[in-house]
């Protein structure tokens, strides 16, 4: 017959063996299984009196490796669909490679006569209303987006293989006035004092600018002037200094091809009016969009040539 101290002993062992049993110890770390913070029941329970704790042999192979090759085949053979007969004289199957990602050609920023080619072929079927300048601004980026949207491709805004190839079949090869027409805008009349010697005869009622040897206009390009607040200067005025690769030290901006007239005014090209048109305007400058004409008009006017602003 048992004593009453004899099953107080027995019940203490048991309620140690439960609190045992109930935090289950991570193989090789000696942290309870449960939560980061100390495992399921918060404590940590030490062996028991007398008792030695052994610690579980490791595994004999990781816990990713497969199974024995017996077990897969038989679970292999449960799970796997009964095989679907080939037709005589089928083809075997073969798989299909993937198709390649279309390659950028042209992309905002870009600068090339093929960038001009794209905006001739966009104006030929109305996505593009304004002449080419070989720079892949943001109007251009527009229109070859909406060029894409009507034709369901990916609408990037950047001109792809299949989008070129998409537009080339849809177009013909630009002319020469279509890739580089003289201006956007009737050339106005020039001015009386533009009619002698070497000038740079700039309208403000046409936005251009013909360059004039003795009466006779050799080019024109379209030009931008300054805003009210910083307008352009008109009259009749020489080129002081010129310089090519120009920084603006006032604005921090870039004025390639300058050609100093009065102060701090110019006739430069910009690459602000070759992207976004007349929708901004210049400093005072007389901005040109054109890059190659103005390149070429920087290579013949010489310093002490006129330059007349009018209306």
Known sequence: MLTTSALCRGFATAAVLAVSVGCTVQPGTGEPAGDAKGGDLGVSIGPLPGRTTATPAPPSTPSDAPPPASARAAADRSAAPAPTPTPPGSPAPSASPERPAPRT????GSRSDQVRELQARLGQIGYFDRAPTGYYGSVTTGAVSAFQAKRGLP????????TWQRLLAMTRTPTADELDPPTTRPVAKPDPRCMKGRVMC?????STLSWMIDGKIKSSMDVRFGSEYTPTREGTFKVGWK???HVSTLYDSPMPYAMFFSGGQAVHY???FAARGYSGASHGCVNVRDEKK??????EVKTGDKVVIYW
């Open 105 to 108: 050609l042209m992309a905002p």
């Open 155 to 162: 609408r990037t805004g950047a001109t792809d293989t299949v």
């Open 202 to 206: 700039i309208s403000k009622t046409s």
């Open 243 to 245: 310089s090519r690769h």
């Open 270 to 272: 910009s690459e602000d």
């Open 294 to 299: 103005i390149a070429a008009l920087y290579a």
